[in-house]
């Protein structure tokens, strides 16, 4: 297929791709851009995830595993959940493959007149669900806390008043969500990753500082957490202003409904957004929702055990995915098919070859990892425990979860939308069943984690086989050829990595923050070279990439 010919475009009349005098794509440039842009997004990412875990450590330090803790961590479920489904990623995931039509047109005031038109609808919806929510806010806190017993549990009254004092980060965060999907658009991953690192700055002046200032009682104080968290999501906003008006765009108060490409990315939204928020609502909502009947602490527990899944997820499958469906929507639109293939399968590849050592490790250390970073202060031993028999079933998925983010959206991409989303809405009864039936059996609350994790595996097996049908083929042998060989390297990391952590135990005395400091480090400082070195001696294709990338950076090989 001759990157010349002449390429496709969307004609807004007939409502179909039809021949346009688009730019001839480079397909060289798709593998560089993919690249530099999910390295950018990975240093963003850890820079985030460091903060998100003083974030973390500080409200566990300072507030403990308590009824407080609890109200806050299930309030901050509803304002976070409202801006995910009607903006977060799902306005992105709709909106970016029509931006990219524009610019593939040379357009990019087009676009911009499109994303005002967006902006302005999507922040009446969010004032409109912002309000709704301060209105039934005691509705909502029975439907994500349902072991809350109004008039007896004190979490109730408290989860519901710090509810509605966090809406306002709802109409905030979706002012965000146009202003990254446009910058990502744009080839530009810098600052939306970076907004996460001073988002997670607020939270924590929050705990540190305002918490302090309120001063009182510790169900007082966590209003500052609330504010807090408040004054992150402005200080997103405000740092991708400038580079976005540097790329043209400039605000306008209009709202047009005739627009075809409104349209269509109202049409698309909507399947957008329920196969995402089915993602969502599986890793993060529903766990947290069966954790309040496993009584106090448990919820925040199980919120722990998930921020540090959340690591490698953000740091490989939504870095190296949200670098890659930029230029898949391109080259889907473009027809250029057959190199959309390469990059789905070169980004999978990548995905699996990072989250699977992650996984191994995870589970191997999940004690001593949860012990280091967590056990301080009002956090007690008996839920460092918890946390850690979480984060080892959680750990079970992760490599499952972290695919779905490209699958995903090369389905967007394609401009085909209903697909996740009703396979989403499948899995997510599935898993919903396997959640309660599990955590009645001995695993009692461990149960809630491996059901999430087997229902993340149902559900990228299921897409994935579709993708391939739909695409007549994906490179699927080259991928699996590319597991098979990353998964027996992490599983012989996993056994070294035991090995050494058994021998730290036979070295130190006790099982304190030492050492398990000692295991932690000394797992990563063994373990990762192992992984390597297997991986290179299976002929991992990514192993043999990441090698020569690693002797480039230190200047041993031209």
């Given at each position: 297929?001759?990157?010349?010919r002449?390429?496709?475009?969307?004609?807004?009349?007939?409502?179909?791709?039809?021949?346009?005098?688009?730019k001839p794509?480079?397909?060289?440039?798709?593998?560089?851009?993919?690249?530099?842009?999910?390295?950018?997004?990975m240093?963003?990412?850890?820079?985030s995830?460091?903060l998100?875990?003083?974030?973390?450590?500080?409200?566990?330090h300072?507030?403990?595993?308590n009824?407080w803790?609890d109200?806050?961590v299930?309030a901050f479920?509803?304002p976070?959940?409202?801006?995910y489904?009607l903006?977060g990623?799902?306005?992105?995931a709709?909106?970016i493959?029509?931006?990219?039509?524009y610019?593939?047109?040379?357009?990019?005031e087009?676009?911009?007149?499109?994303a005002s038109?967006?902006?302005?609808?999507?922040?009446?919806?969010?004032?409109?669900?912002g309000?709704?929510?301060?209105?039934?806010a005691?509705?909502?806190?029975?439907v994500?806390?349902r072991g809350?017993?109004?008039?007896?549990?004190?979490?109730?009254e408290?989860?519901?008043s710090?509810?509605?004092?966090?809406?306002p980060?709802?109409v905030?965060?979706?002012?965000?969500?146009?202003f990254?999907?446009?910058?990502?658009?744009?080839?530009?991953?810098?600052?939306?990753?970076i907004?996460?690192?001073v988002y997670?700055?607020g939270?924590?002046?929050?705990?540190?500082?305002?918490?302090?200032?309120?001063g009182?009682?510790?169900?007082k104080?966590?209003?500052?957490?609330?504010?807090?968290?408040?004054?992150?999501?402005?200080?997103?906003v405000l740092?991708?202003?400038?580079?976005l008006?540097?790329?043209?765009?400039r605000?306008r108060?209009?709202?047009s409904?005739s627009d075809?490409d409104?349209?269509?990315?109202?049409?698309?939204?909507?399947p957008?957004m329920?196969?995402?928020a089915?993602?969502?609502?599986n890793?993060?909502?529903l766990?947290?929702?069966?954790?309040?009947y496993f009584?106090?602490?448990?919820?925040l527990?199980?919120?722990?055990?998930?921020?540090?899944?959340l690591?490698?997820?953000?740091?490989?499958?939504?870095?190296?995915a949200?670098?890659?469906?930029?230029?898949m929507?391109?080259?889907?639109?473009?027809?250029h098919?057959q190199?959309?293939r390469?990059?789905?399968s070169?980004?999978?590849?990548?995905?699996?070859?990072?989250?699977?050592?992650?996984?191994?490790?995870l589970?191997?250390?999940?004690?001593?990892?949860t012990?280091?970073?967590?056990?301080?202060?009002?956090?007690?031993e008996?839920?460092?425990?918890?946390?850690?028999?979480?984060?080892?079933?959680?750990a079970?998925?992760?490599?499952?979860l972290?695919?779905?983010?490209?699958?995903?959206?090369a389905?967007?991409?394609?401009?085909?939308?209903?697909t996740?989303m009703?396979v989403?809405?499948?899995v997510?009864?599935?898993n919903?069943?396997?959640c309660?039936?599990?955590?009645?059996?001995?695993?009692t609350?461990?149960?809630?984690?491996?059901?999430?994790?087997?229902?993340?595996?149902i559900?990228?097996?299921?897409?994935?086989e579709l993708?391939?049908?739909?695409?007549?083929?994906?490179?699927?042998?080259?991928?699996?050829?590319?597991?098979?060989?990353?998964?027996?390297?992490?599983?012989?990391?996993?056994?070294?990595?035991?090995?050494?952590?058994?021998?730290?135990?036979?070295l130190?005395?006790g099982g304190?923050?030492q050492?398990?400091?000692?295991k932690?480090?000394a797992?990563i400082a063994v373990?990762?070279?192992?992984y390597?070195?297997?991986?290179l001696?299976?002929?991992?294709?990514?192993?043999?990439?990441?090698?020569q990338r690693?002797?480039?950076r230190?200047?041993l090989?031209?």
């Amino acid at each position: 297929m001759s990157n010349a010919r002449v390429l496709l475009e969307f004609d807004q009349t007939k409502g179909r791709l039809v021949a346009g005098k688009c730019k001839p794509y480079n397909g060289g440039m798709s593998k560089s851009v993919v690249a530099k842009g999910a390295a950018i997004l990975m240093v963003a990412m850890v820079a985030s995830r460091l903060l998100g875990y003083v974030r973390e450590k500080a409200i566990a330090h300072y507030f403990g595993d308590n009824w407080w803790t609890d109200a806050f961590v299930s309030a901050f479920n509803v304002p976070d959940l409202i801006y995910y489904l009607l903006a977060g990623g799902a306005l992105g995931a709709a909106f970016i493959p029509i931006f990219r039509e524009y610019l593939a047109r040379d357009d990019a005031e087009g676009g911009h007149r499109v994303a005002s038109s967006l902006l302005n609808l999507m922040l009446l919806a969010l004032l409109a669900a912002g309000l709704l929510a301060v209105i039934f806010a005691p509705a909502l806190v029975r439907v994500i806390a349902r072991g809350y017993t109004p008039g007896i549990d004190p979490r109730y009254e408290l989860t519901i008043s710090l509810t509605r004092v966090l809406m306002p980060q709802v109409v905030i965060m979706g002012i965000s969500a146009i202003f990254t999907a446009m910058l990502q658009s744009h080839d530009h991953f810098t600052w939306p990753a970076i907004g996460w690192c001073v988002y997670n700055l607020g939270i924590i002046t929050g705990a540190v500082f305002l918490a302090g200032l309120i001063g009182g009682p510790p169900e007082k104080q966590v209003y500052g957490l609330v504010f807090g968290v408040l004054l992150g999501a402005v200080l997103i906003v405000l740092i991708q202003l400038p580079t976005l008006r540097s790329k043209g765009f400039r605000w306008r108060l209009t709202v047009s409904l005739s627009d075809p490409d409104v349209r269509r990315v109202l049409r698309a939204w909507l399947p957008v957004m329920l196969a995402l928020a089915f993602s969502q609502i599986n890793l993060l909502a529903l766990p947290q929702w069966l954790g309040t009947y496993f009584g106090d602490g448990m919820v925040l527990s199980v919120r722990l055990a998930q921020r540090l899944i959340l690591v490698p997820f953000s740091l490989f499958g939504v870095s190296i995915a949200t670098a890659a469906f930029p230029t898949m929507s391109t080259l889907a639109f473009s027809g250029h098919l057959q190199e959309m293939r390469r990059t789905f399968s070169r980004s999978l590849s990548s995905i699996l070859f990072f989250t699977l050592p992650s996984a191994a490790g995870l589970m191997v250390l999940a004690l001593p990892v949860t012990r280091l970073l967590w056990k301080s202060g009002e956090y007690s031993e008996a839920a460092t425990a918890a946390n850690a028999s979480m984060l080892m079933f959680f750990a079970i998925g992760l490599a499952a979860l972290c695919a779905l983010q490209v699958i995903n959206r090369a389905f967007f991409a394609l401009r085909e939308v209903s697909t996740p989303m009703k396979v989403g809405a499948a899995v997510f009864i599935i898993n919903l069943l396997l959640c309660v039936l599990l955590m009645r059996t001995s695993l009692t609350y461990r149960g809630i984690a491996l059901g999430t994790s087997i229902g993340f595996c149902i559900n990228a097996l299921i897409l994935f086989e579709l993708l391939r049908r739909r695409m007549e083929g994906i490179g699927g042998r080259a991928i699996a050829d590319s597991f098979i060989r990353s998964l027996g390297a992490a599983l012989l990391m996993a056994v070294v990595v035991a090995v050494v952590a058994g021998a730290v135990d036979r070295l130190t005395v006790g099982g304190g923050l030492q050492g398990a400091a000692l295991k932690v480090f000394a797992g990563i400082a063994v373990g990762a070279p192992v992984y390597l070195a297997a991986a290179l001696s299976l002929k991992v294709p990514e192993a043999a990439l990441a090698w020569q990338r690693l002797l480039r950076r230190l200047h041993l090989r031209r």
